[in-house]
């Protein structure tokens, strides 16, 4: 009933700037957090950057590299990931939660972008 879109993962090398985007539509009457998330092979899908209103929430990896922001009327949620690094590659991943006009509560995913940070 809630769909995220993603874009604008992509190949990039070290140092170099990306901006993911995500778009969430369907039955949704509120938006309470968005976030981002990240899977490397072999690894635990963790947090990248989350935001809640106007409070936002970083991993200390990625700490003043990366900016989340949010536009309410569009409930779109960016990611604009700067001094990129290897290590920063990885499936990332939208998500959203909140509440459907049926007063049932959600929390959806996108279906992940691939971002790789490589020479």
């Known amino acids: 009933q809630v769909q995220l879109v993603e874009s604008g993962g992509g190949l990039v090398q070290p140092g170099g700037s990306l901006r993911l985007s995500c778009a969430a539509s369907g039955s949704i009457f509120s938006v309470n957090a968005m976030g981002w998330y990240r899977q490397a092979p072999g690894k635990q899908r963790e947090l990248v950057a989350s935001i809640t209103g106007g409070s936002t929430n970083y991993a200390d990896s990625v700490k003043g590299r990366f900016t989340i922001s949010r536009t309410n009327a569009k409930n779109t949620v960016s990611l604009q990931m700067n001094s990129l690094k290897p290590e920063d590659t990885a499936v990332y991943f939208c998500?959203?939660?909140?509440?459907?006009?049926?007063?049932?509560?959600?929390?959806?995913w996108g279906q992940g972008t691939q971002v790789t940070v490589s020479s």
């Open positions: 998500n959203a939660n909140g509440y459907l006009y049926n007063g049932n509560s959600y929390s959806s």
